[in-house]
């Protein structure tokens, strides 16, 4: 396993408090479900072990390719695309866009890009649902002072460790640091700062830009926030 899987499971793979959210959209609306922003296949497994067909879309063909192994007997496609700019011969009922995908995609014109894409690749009455995060609380943390724990894992007597060191605000959007750190088997370290931007967004103006693409409001959720992670609004657009 090469270390750009290992560091997307070990800061997104422990995840699970979305999952029971699109387990009961994938029971109400059917399938076949497309899952964007898919990485190693954290949701798109699990609806697929729930017996629903499932194309899973990412960008980044490492993470699809342990995705495609870890699915072995499942019913899952893999199409590597950008979300912005895709198209299959598909048609869906549900299309997800789990963790915060959505905020990406950098601003209004690449989330419209996105919708239209998947407008037209729902059946008639099909869904999108889009996970947000509204809101984040700045912080940052002293290089040796105290902070989040870190995410910690073991690979081949490898040892990686994740730690969230920042939120800042960055303009409309906000700016997500983390301190990655490798300590191989002799005790060498290796350290490296992972920095990501997301844009700021609401549930109402993400309503405004689906209804320009012609997507109608359905439903809004939450998703509570955990000790590790924040919470999100879900928001539920209709073709």
Not at 100 to 105: S, W
Not at 166 to 183: Q, S, W
């Amino acid at each position: 396993m090469n270390e750009h899987v290992i560091w997307h499971d070990l800061e997104c793979g422990s995840y699970d408090e979305d999952l029971g959210l699109w387990g009961e959209l994938a029971a109400r609306h059917g399938g076949p479900i497309l899952d964007v922003g898919a990485g190693t296949g954290r949701v798109a497994l699990e609806l697929a072990r729930a017996g629903h067909a499932v194309t899973a879309l990412d960008l980044d063909g490492e993470l699809l390719g342990e995705l495609t192994a870890r699915a072995e007997g499942l019913p899952v496609t893999a199409l590597r695309a950008d979300a912005r700019d895709f198209s299959t011969d598909e048609r869906f009922a549900l299309c997800i866009v789990p963790m915060q995908t959505i905020q990406l995609l950098g601003g209004s014109t690449g989330r419209r890009a996105f919708m239209a894409c998947a407008r037209a690749q729902l059946v008639p009455g099909g869904i999108v649902a889009l996970a947000i995060a509204e809101e984040l609380e700045p912080f940052e943390i002293d290089e040796d002072g105290p902070g989040p724990l870190p995410d910690i894992c073991e690979r081949d007597g490898i040892v990686y460790s994740s730690q969230p060191t920042a939120v800042r605000v960055d303009g409309d959007g906000f700016v997500l640091e983390r301190r990655r750190e490798i300590v191989d088997p002799r005790g060498e370290r290796n350290a490296a700062t992972d920095r990501i931007r997301l844009d700021r967004l609401d549930s109402a103006l993400l309503e405004r830009e689906g209804a320009s693409v012609g997507l109608s409001p359905a439903a809004r959720s939450t998703i509570p926030a955990s000790l590790d992670y924040v919470g999100s609004e879900v928001v539920v657009l209709r073709a």
